[in-house]
T-cell receptor, first 113, second 114 residues
């Protein structure tokens, strides 16, 4: 089945630790995105990548890092510099950046304990 | 500034009644507009999009949306609501400017009551 897979579904992190969220797609999409979702705030873009080995900061990139070494994979690292990391994180992909629809993963809920 | 607004945080309708979820936009150039749905603790699913052409766009699960250029609106509609339509709905617009990103509304929670 084609799709976009995020793992894990739930993640707990101690304060001061870095943690990496996985996102893999087998849709052959060029563009991939990471969003953060908080209640009442909709979706906020963290990073996006239009092509392998290239990525751009979104609106709330501070405290996060990404890599795009393979077309299929776009992992997100939440660093200890992110002051309020508890949130629902969504990964998405699309054929290109623009007017093509995005396909979303099922999300990772990160909780800092 | 370019933006997408969903003026209602929550919409309540009775099952079998028509539903409307409102969206207005403010973007430069020709807008590309989208609707997505999100069920609890899940990712978003694409419902429909307007790029060009007919102002009435039909999408998944019996939903449709009407593009109205003069009112800068793109309201989501369904003739007869189902309890299973209860979810969070997001409107989004593609920004064809320099950053080429989707601009998202804050979402509208739809509750369909049996």
């Amino acid at each position: 089945d084609g799709g976009i897979t995020q793992s894990p579904k739930y993640l707990f992190r101690k304060e001061g630790q870095n943690v990496t969220l996985s996102c893999e797609q087998n849709l052959n999409h060029d563009a991939m995105y990471w969003y953060r979702q908080d209640p009442g705030q909709g979706l906020r873009l963290i990073y996006y990548s239009q092509i392998v080995n290239d990525f751009q900061k979104g609106d709330i990139a501070e405290g996060y890092s990404v890599s795009r070494e393979k077309k299929e994979s776009f992992p997100l690292t939440v660093t200890s510099a992110q002051k309020n990391p508890t949130a629902f994180y969504l990964c998405a992909s699309s054929m290109g950046v623009g007017h093509t629809e995005a396909f979303f993963g099922q999300g990772t809920r990160l909780t800092v304990v | 500034a370019q933006s997408v607004a969903q003026p209602e945080d929550q919409v309540n309708v009775a099952e079998g009644n028509p539903l409307t979820v409102k969206c207005t936009y403010s973007v430069s150039g020709n807008p590309y507009l989208f609707w997505y749905v999100q069920y609890p603790n899940r990712g978003l699913q694409f419902l429909l999009k307007y790029i060009t052409g007919d102002n009435l766009v039909k999408g998944s699960y019996g939903f449709e949306a009407e593009f109205n250029k003069s009112q800068t609106s793109f309201h989501l509609k369904k003739p007869s609501a189902l309890v299973s339509d209860s979810a969070l709905y997001f409107c989004a617009s593609f920004n064809a400017g320099n950053n080429r990103k989707l601009i998202w509304g804050l979402g509208t929670s739809l509750a369909v009551n049996p």
